[in-house]
């Protein structure tokens, strides 16, 4: 394996001659690669790699990948998830690349593809986030359509269900439940889909980082609550000579440690992409206690400069999707710490 540096110097003078597949770090790691939380990951894999498979930036990667999910109606993100508890879908977005620029949006509604309108907010203008009305007129002004404001079929019948006791209690991995069991009203009663997210990370063949989260927020939250999945540190973190985290699940308690953040500067201090995350994890049970902490699930998932990548959860239930190559795209199970 290289050290580190010496590669590092080698990528400086432009040297290419690693190629896609001869890359290798610790364990056979290889580059380029992409992870992304929960199984909707795999299809939004499957487009990322298309953009890395033939050479291309990771920033291109981790929009195009995750609008793949914002783009699905059946999905637990987008326009077509749970509404808040006065039914109107809010969406929020963050993007950051491999110069440490960033953009986000919060508080979005009738857009369908947030993520993209998070890269404008990064590109063309001087801010960092835009919210609610003014991220909407910003994205029209950008050439993105209002779409219909109505409810889909399932959010619909999800919302009905959650108004006959209007009960705010998450529950915990019902995002896999969800797709996995055909009950799905039964499943909706105490508050629905706990984290409508999905973050996704990458390495291109360069070396290059960047990531993305894109996400509904909690079903039937307050109007006007945000959780981590667009703010920058706590949902998602890149910095191109360690690392990059994104992370799912209780936003509040994400932020609270700073998720994202704290992992990468973990990785920076020389801990592996798993390592890392179960620190950052063991922060936050410290942080909201044991008794509390049960109630609840985070999931973090991380890349290293070199291709190592790893994740971590609090609870059991959370997984995340690898893929390297064109026949590597497959599932992992986080291990979890209670």
Request: a positive charge; aromatic letters at 6%.
């Amino acid at each position: 394996m290289l050290h580190r540096r010496h590669f590092l110097q080698l990528s400086s003078l432009g040297l290419t001659t690693l190629g896609f597949s001869s890359f290798r770090g610790k364990a056979g790691m290889k580059k380029p690669v992409v992870l992304s939380t929960w199984d909707a990951g795999i299809a939004a894999n499957k487009a990322a790699w298309n953009v890395l498979r033939s050479g291309g930036r990771a920033l291109d990667a981790v929009e195009q990948g995750v609008r793949i999910t914002e783009d699905s109606l059946n999905c637990c993100v987008g326009l077509g998830a749970n509404p808040d508890r006065d039914g109107f879908v809010t969406l929020d977005a963050c993007i950051m690349d491999e110069f440490a620029n960033c953009g986000s949006v919060a508080f979005l509604e009738r857009i369908k593809h947030p993520i993209s309108v998070a890269r404008r907010v990064m590109e063309k203008t001087p801010h960092v986030m835009l919210v609610g009305e003014g991220a909407q007129q910003f994205a029209v002004s950008e050439g993105f359509p209002l779409e219909k404001a109505e409810l889909s079929d399932d959010a619909k019948k999800a919302y009905e269900n959650w108004l006959k006791k209007s009960e705010y209690k998450p529950v915990i991995n019902i995002e896999n439940t969800k797709r996995q069991e055909a009950s799905v009203p039964a499943k909706l009663e105490n508050g629905g889909w706990n984290h409508d997210t999905i973050g996704m990370i990458a390495l291109d063949a360069k070396g290059n980082l960047s990531g993305s989260c894109t996400t509904s927020g909690m079903g039937f939250k307050m109007r006007g609550r945000i959780g981590d999945s667009p703010i920058i540190g706590a949902g998602l973190y890149v910095d191109n000579e360690v690392g990059a985290a994104v992370a799912t699940g209780q936003g509040e308690d994400i932020i609270r440690i700073c998720g994202a953040h704290t992992i990468v500067e973990l990785m920076r201090q020389g801990l592996a992409p798993e390592a890392a995350c179960k620190k950052a994890m063991e922060r936050l049970l410290k942080t909201k206690g044991i008794e509390k902490a049960k109630a609840i699930q985070a999931g973090f998932i991380a890349i290293a400069k070199n291709g190592e990548y790893g994740g971590f959860a609090l609870q059991k239930g959370f997984n995340y999707a690898v893929c390297y190559a064109d026949d590597k795209n497959f599932l992992v199970d986080a291990k979890p710490l209670i």
